[in-house]
DNA sequence: TCTGGGGTCCTAGGACCC
DNA sequence: TCTGGGGTCCTAGGACCC
């Protein structure tokens, strides 16, 4: 892999991955030295819960993401298991990527917690990519407290692999620290790769690496002798052409800095299953909100709208619709999604129910636009009067927005924001407008 | 006590248009 | 009038990534 006898110059290895360790479990050690040391994860309590981060030293006791909470509980019974706060986990990940864009602008996040980098764009500066990733290695634990793996090579695939290599690792319950920054030597990366089994290749899973395990392939060296027609009959024409590619150690994806964002949504595991269409519609109503509220807080309007229903068995179904027109408004997303909802016959209780938003652009005020009179003449089409409900909702919604943004998030709400037990809560609190403390002042 | 929640991309069939 | 082919959009489902 890395051979310490010959540097890559800038334009041998552009391309860099930089994973950091164990994120939201070390945002949370930093916000809470006292867990330092401790066995730390971050995931949900419940039965139904996955852990989502788990610190090295909850990884010694076997436990490791997406593994059920219940499971890493009883592998490591001191563990601490915290919630997550996302919000936080955004905020150190925008400082990670400020000094990643420090080095080059040509950078691509993968969720919160990785990014690939190109340096071609460097390469008259005379930059040497190992030093810059042992600098950028250097500034993430100088400022921000976190480290990272770093993997340095001539493409993603390669320096994606890389990365995980130069991260710690547990071996037989013991942490090993790794080399930190890694790069894959031109002369040794073929012989490398041959030897990793097929599932460490981007995009094979368990359900592809059966379907090869079934032609006889285990490691990237068998795929090497297999045709792409043998490979598309098993696993599609497009995973094909990749998997052909990786084998030979080609991969042509490039670092693509802006990519627009396609779809959103929310969803929700309940604790406990629910029965029946009014706690159906219940939960629908918080997420429409919960989806309305990020499409406009990211100014974006959908077009197409999808819901979610797993039942208790697992078995899943969903039902999209798309519009002519932007979706961006909890009612208009509310009415919408109980059509759906209500085609879905509810053959059991209900387990999981999600709300996405997809055909997402950006907000123009086009299809938005408010018309007068209200109330469209009943002889409009439908699908007219649809959109003027939409547009006056808009407009309404948009005047929420703006209070709410002058005077504050609880400055007021709409009466199907306050349930009776949501009311009564705000009211104690002294949050609802005419709670205790009264109406709100500006500033 | 087998599996969360944020996403991306692919596939396949049907509708519709040219 | 019947038939074919290609392109695009929509819908439902599945696999995968972090």
Redesign the pocket.
């Known amino acids: 892999m890395s051979s310490p006898s010959r540097r890559p110059g800038v334009l041998e290895a552009p391309i860099l991955h930089v994973?950091l360790d164990a994120?939201f479990a070390s945002v949370e050690v930093l916000d809470d030295p006292s867990l330092a040391g401790r066995p730390v994860a971050v995931?949900?309590a419940g039965?139904?819960?996955?852990i989502?981060s788990a610190s090295y030293e909850a990884r010694r006791y076997g436990v490791r993401?997406?593994?059920?909470s219940?499971?890493a509980r009883?592998l490591c019974p001191s563990l601490v298991l915290l919630p997550g706060r996302f919000e936080r986990y955004g905020e150190y990940s925008r400082r990670f990527h400020g000094l990643v864009a420090d080095l080059t602008p040509v950078y691509e996040p993968?969720?919160?917690?990785?990014v690939f980098c190109d340096l071609r764009s460097l390469a008259r500066l005379g930059v040497d990519p190992i030093e810059a990733a042992h600098g950028l290695r250097r500034r993430l634990h100088d400022e921000l407290r976190l480290r990272c793996g770093i993997g340095v090579a001539r493409n993603k695939l390669f320096a994606?692999l890389a990365s995980k290599a130069a991260k710690p690792r547990v071996e037989s319950g013991r942490l090993v620290e790794g080399e930190g920054v890694v790069w894959v030597d031109g002369a040794t990366e073929e012989l490398w790769l041959a030897t990793l089994p097929v599932?460490a290749?981007?995009?094979?899973?368990?359900?592809?690496?059966?379907?090869l395990e079934r032609l006889g392939l285990r490691l990237v060296r068998d795929l090497r002798g297999v045709g792409a027609a043998t490979l598309?009959r098993s696993v599609?024409?497009?995973?094909?052409a990749t998997l052909v590619a990786f084998a030979a150690g080609e991969d042509d994806r490039e670092v693509v800095t802006d990519?627009?964002?396609?779809?959103?949504?929310?969803?929700?595991?309940f604790a406990r299953s629910l029965v029946g269409r009014r706690e159906l519609a219940t939960a629908l109503r918080a997420q429409a909100g919960?989806v309305a509220r990020?499409l406009r807080g990211r100014d974006l309007v959908a077009?197409?709208l999808?819901v979610l229903v797993?039942f208790d068995d697992?078995a899943?179904?969903?039902?999209?619709?798309?519009v002519g027109y932007g979706l961006d408004d909890e009612g208009a997303l509310l009415e919408l999604a109980e059509a759906?909802a209500g085609?879905v016959e509810l053959v059991g209780a209900v387990?999981?129910l999600?709300l996405?938003a997809?055909?997402l652009r950006a907000r123009t005020g086009e299809g938005l636009q408010l018309r007068l009179p209200l109330e469209a003449p009943a002889e409009d089409p439908p699908e007219d009067r649809a959109r003027a409900r939409q547009a006056e909702r808009a407009a309404l919604r948009d005047a929420i927005d703006e209070v709410r943004r002058r005077f504050g998030r609880d400055a007021l709400a709409t009466a199907g924001e306050l349930t009776a037990d949501g009311l009564e809560v705000a009211t104690q609190r002294g949050r609802h407008p005419f709670g205790p403390e009264g109406p709100r002042t500006p500033r």
């Open positions: 994973d994120f995931g949900g039965e139904r819960g996955v989502a993401s997406a593994m059920s219940a499971l009883r993968l969720g919160l917690d990785e994606k599932r290749l981007w995009g094979v899973g368990p359900a592809t690496a059966a379907k598309a599609g024409p497009s995973m094909a990519r627009p964002l396609k779809s959103l949504g929310h969803e929700e595991t919960v990020t077009r197409t999808t797993r697992g899943q179904v969903s039902r999209s619709q798309t759906l085609s387990r999981l999600g996405h997809s055909g």
